[in-house]
């Protein structure tokens, strides 16, 4: 959703820039897939959303040539319920994904079919989203979570924040450019009540993997509870802008229904320092995360691997390395 949202989704029309070899023509009928036809104007994204339910008339959208940042906000506005919010970007994911399926492995997707996949990925959605969420509490009063519920906080941003709390991101390369392994940032900020009276931890590092956005985003919440057992930092909340991964960490058991069993040990290992750490795991708003954010894609446009860490006045080199 947040390659859509900057511009940075691999439409033929923008990957063919890239490559001789990238046809820009939808292969569902033949005309330039830019973001806008491949979602709302293609004739298999209009009957995806004519058949939706809530249905959604997709010629009463407005046509933009670049993007669809007018369009969904004309679609996706506060009234909108949480599970039909919800159901619409899944739907974005699935109509993306078909059309993955049939360009890289000529493979038909039927409209049902579509449906019941985004249909069942929503519900997985209801049943483990809490049923209470604070959008207002400070993280300067701690709640100890519970098998079954936790607080988030979407409103807080590192420069109000005055207990002990800690912001992750991951930055990857936009998708024409990958291919294998790819240089992916970390960005780790610690703010608060920390060793030698210092206020604040940034944290710039890289790491190569398989650029997927969950796997990056795991890496990066790794390194924080790593940095945290080193320097002994407890009762720390965790902020993350990955939903799902913030519910995941939250779960008494993450590794039963996994997001993606590849992930197991790394979560794993990550839940169990958090929890020796007696850490909270928060779901914070993409816009309360910039700074982490900015670390992270500073440290993946870098040509270094080196891990850096600074403490005010303090630089540390070496706090923790990737192989």
């Known amino acids: 959703m ?11 029309a923008r990957a063919s820039r890239f490559s001789t070899k990238i046809a820009k023509q939808c292969k569902y009928c033949n005309q330039t897939e830019t973001d806008m036809h491949l979602f709302f104007s293609c004739k298999f994204s209009r009957a995806v959303w004519f058949t939706a339910n809530p249905s959604l008339l997709t010629h009463n959208l407005p046509k933009e040539p670049d993007g669809v940042q007018d369009t969904l906000t004309h679609i996706l506005t506060p009234t909108l319920s949480q599970p039909t919010f919800h159901l619409f970007i899944t739907i974005l994911w699935y109509i993306w994904k078909a059309r993955n399926d049939k360009c890289f492995n000529d493979k038909q997707w039927s409209i049902t079919y579509l449906h019941s996949q985004a ?3 929503n519900n ?13 509490t400070q993280f300067t009063q701690r709640t100890p979570p519970t ?12 420069d109000t924040v005055t207990a002990t709390c800690c912001y992750t991101d991951a930055s990857i390369p936009s998708q024409p450019l990958i291919t294998g392994t790819t240089p992916i940032g970390l960005g780790v900020i610690f703010q608060g009540i920390l060793p030698a009276g210092h206020r604040k931890l940034c944290i710039k590092a890289q790491v190569r993997l398989q650029a997927e956005v969950l796997q990056a985003e795991i890496m990066a919440e790794n390194l924080a509870v790593q940095v945290a057992a080193l320097l002994r930092i407890h009762d720390c909340n965790l902020a993350t802008d990955s939903q799902i991964l913030a519910q995941w960490l939250n779960r008494s058991q ?5 997001i993606d069993w590849r992930f197991n040990p790394i979560i794993s290992a990550t839940k169990k320092i958090g929890t020796n750490l007696s850490f909270i795991y928060r779901h914070i708003r993409r816009q309360f995360n910039h700074t982490a954010h900015s670390l992270a894609k500073q440290s993946r446009q870098s040509m270094t691997t080196r891990c850096n860490c600074s403490v ?12």
């Open 2 to 12: 947040w390659r859509l949202m900057r511009r940075a989704l691999a439409t033929g």
């Open 119 to 121: 249909q069942a990925d």
């Open 124 to 136: 997985v959605h209801l049943t483990l989203t809490p049923t209470a969420i604070s959008l207002n």
């Open 147 to 158: 098998a079954n519920t936790t607080q988030h906080n979407n409103n807080t941003s590192p």
């Open 254 to 258: 993450p590794t039963q229904n996994p």
């Open 312 to 323: 005010l006045d303090v630089v540390i080199m070496n706090v923790l390395s990737f192989s």
